[in-house]
């Protein structure tokens, strides 16, 4: 391997010791009641960010207070030597897709049937140390 190949891989590595990442698959609710929640956080310090899921009404609330923490402790495994009150860890980036959906029919008047579609998400979320300090 090259010398600029070699430091331009290391630069690399460095570059993705500083963000975590977490991944929800097939959550059973609709995108669009996660994203309102997902929406609150994005761009909030961690600590903020667990406040607002704790306390709010939310059902998915939940789901992405537990996603958020094995974020954190993703982003603690890769760098065991630092602290996280240090770091001043931010949600950089928070996705909410639609997932698979599952089709039922419900009957409906006089003979026929409608679809009901019963959707999923898919939510990725990225923590990572805040590089610039802003109050």
Same mark, same amino acid.
């Given at each position: 391997?090259?010398?600029?190949?070699k430091?331009?891989?290391?630069?690399i590595?460095?570059g993705?010791?500083?963000v975590a990442?977490? !991944?929800?698959?097939n959550?059973?609710?609709s995108?669009? !009641?996660?994203?309102?929640?997902a929406?609150?956080?994005?761009?909030?310090?961690?600590?903020?960010?667990?406040?607002?899921? !704790?306390?709010s009404?939310?059902?998915?609330?939940?789901?992405?207070? !537990?996603?958020?923490l094995?974020?954190?402790a993703?982003w603690?495994?890769?760098n065991?030597?630092?602290?996280?009150?240090d770091?001043?860890?931010?949600?950089?980036?928070?996705?909410?897709?639609?997932?698979t959906?599952?089709?039922r029919?419900?009957?409906?008047?006089?003979?026929?049937?409608?679809?009901?579609?019963?959707r999923s998400?898919?939510?990725?979320l990225v923590?990572?140390?805040?590089?610039n300090?802003?109050?």
């Amino acid at each position: 391997m090259g010398s600029r190949k070699k430091q331009m891989a290391d630069a690399i590595k460095e570059g993705k010791k500083q963000v975590a990442f977490a !991944k929800l698959n097939n959550c059973p609710t609709s995108p669009r !009641k996660m994203r309102l929640v997902a929406d609150l956080v994005r761009g909030e310090r961690v600590e903020k960010a667990l406040s607002i899921l !704790k306390f709010s009404q939310k059902e998915a609330s939940n789901k992405l207070e !537990k996603l958020l923490l094995s974020a954190i402790a993703n982003w603690q495994s890769k760098n065991e030597d630092a602290s996280i009150e240090d770091a001043e860890l931010v949600v950089k980036e928070i996705r909410v897709d639609g997932g698979t959906m599952l089709k039922r029919l419900r009957p409906a008047p006089q003979g026929r049937a409608h679809r009901i579609r019963k959707r999923s998400n898919h939510v990725t979320l990225v923590v990572g140390a805040n590089n610039n300090t802003q109050s």
